[in-house]
């Protein structure tokens, strides 16, 4: 029996399922991740996600989306991880991936950094939009540590349970796959990425694209280039990072 939870707009549903899987999430992962779902950090994560509902807290991302990383990069297809921290805490932003916000939705300054650094390190002109879903269906995984969020009240889910479910992530892609390229931007990112083993995997770090450091070191890094030069040696398709034009 899994517990398994889903946030909608309207309500909290805690629900038991008989099934072979948690609810909303992609099946290539559930392999990998199954286990984590009878643990007792999840449980008391999921107590903590009702409780927040019934006090009429706002959660984002909504429903669905909470598990959009995974459930937009299966296991196998995953080449790149981004790693970020929270989700965006305004409404309209958050989606589910990492510095991605929705077409229509203004740039946050971390994502106007990440776009002049693509056009510093490849020559892609700046793009209309910030969704980064066409990333995510090219294998980069944008995983924040956190996939939750209070509405207004940034960081307000950390250490509530989220973290230990994305370290079992990433250790599962650490272990069981090879050759990805792993982009740390900031110390947050770096330190929980810091066992990954380096000589599986390219990891890349540097400062985080905030307008507090990005100056630091982000611009500059061409981690972009870096990423595709290193997937080209090993004979993967590269990632095209121009976002496109919505048609």
Known sequence: MYCCFHICDRKLEVTEHSQDKPADLHSSWLTHLASEFHKPYMRQLKQFLQQEKQRGRVIFPR???IFNALNSTAFDDVKVVILGQDPYHGPGQAHGLSFSVLPGVRFPPSLQNIFKEITRDLGHPPPAHGCLQSWAEQGVLLLNATLTVE??????HQGKGWEVFTDAVVNALNAQREGLVFLLWGSYAQKKGRFIDSARHL???SPHPSPLS???GFIGNGHFSSANAYLRQR???????QVPNLT
Request: net charge positive; charged share 20%.
């Open 214 to 216: 990005a100056h630091r």
């Open 235 to 241: 004979s993967v398709a590269e990632i095209n990072w």
């Open 63 to 65: 429903g669905r989306l």
């Open 151 to 156: 509405q207004g009240n940034a960081g307000s």
């Open 203 to 205: 990891v890349l770090k």
